[in-house]
């Protein structure tokens, strides 16, 4: 399949350990924030979304969290497991309300150690 | 439920040859469209988006251009494919005012 994310940084983690993958953002005027996880050959699959108003939400296994006042962007992955090795990334709207445009990170690519 | 497809699934192609790659999306109406090419190791770059027939804005001058014959049909094509238009094309749809994105399988291009 595609080979996406040759050089991405890579965070390894061992089965059933929780993952944090982070993400920094740049444009205060972004008030969405999504995650994708994306494997090999495969497009991206929406994981969790986040509003500005809030700082927190939390999916099945899965936790964003969103820090403001440093602009930087968070998932945590509870009892990692074989099936979340993928490339993950972030995004957000810049303020967009026009197009409804995403502005994609470089992603970051999950290993899961069995 | 909603599905997005998209063909072919991968393409081999000369330079100079023409392009035409197709997405079609089932069970919602008036989607906004999107194409995005990926490059090994990158992240996703916005190549055109679509939020009604015939309304096509683009976001990368390129070789490469975009139609929206129907509502659920978004076509990526080109008249002569360069070494650099290879790639991993997606395509995507939103409903209405959401942000939340939803990605095809994505089309692996190669130009030879």
């Known amino acids: 399949g595609e080979s996406v994310g040759l050089h991405l940084p890579t965070l390894s983690v061992q089965e059933g350990d929780n993952s944090i993958i982070n993400c920094a953002y740049s444009?205060?005027?972004?008030?969405?924030f999504i995650w994708y996880k994306q494997e090999s050959g495969k497009g991206p699959q929406f994981i969790i979304d986040?509003?500005?108003?809030?700082d927190k939400r939390q999916g099945q296994r899965v936790t964003v969290l969103l820090n403001k006042t440093v602009k930087h962007l968070s998932l945590q992955i509870a009892a990692t497991q074989p099936g979340d090795s993928a490339v993950y990334f972030c995004?957000?709207?810049?303020?967009?309300?026009?197009?409804?445009?995403?502005?994609f990170g470089s992603g970051t690519r999950l290993q899961v150690q069995p | 439920s909603q599905t997005i497809h998209q063909w072919p699934a991968t393409l081999v192609q000369p330079v100079g040859s023409p392009l035409s790659l197709e997405c079609t999306v089932e069970?919602?109406?008036?989607?906004?469209l999107y194409w995005y090419r990926q490059a090994a190791g990158r992240g996703l770059q916005l190549l055109f988006y679509?939020?009604?027939?015939?309304?096509i804005s683009s976001e990368v001058p390129q070789n490469l251009s975009a139609s929206r014959p129907q509502d659920r049909q978004f076509i990526l094509s080109s008249k002569k494919l360069l070494l650099s238009d290879s790639g991993f094309y997606l395509c995507?749809?939103?409903?209405?005012?959401?942000?939340?994105?939803?990605f095809g399988p994505g089309t692996r291009l190669t130009v030879t």
């Open positions: 995507a749809w939103s409903v209405g005012f959401e942000y939340a994105q939803y």
């Open positions: 444009n205060s005027a972004s008030d969405y």
């Open positions: 986040i509003r500005s108003n809030m």
């Open positions: 995004a957000e709207n810049k303020g967009d309300t026009g197009r409804r445009a995403l502005t």
């Open positions: 069970g919602t109406s008036n989607p906004n």
């Open positions: 679509s939020v009604g027939i015939g309304q």
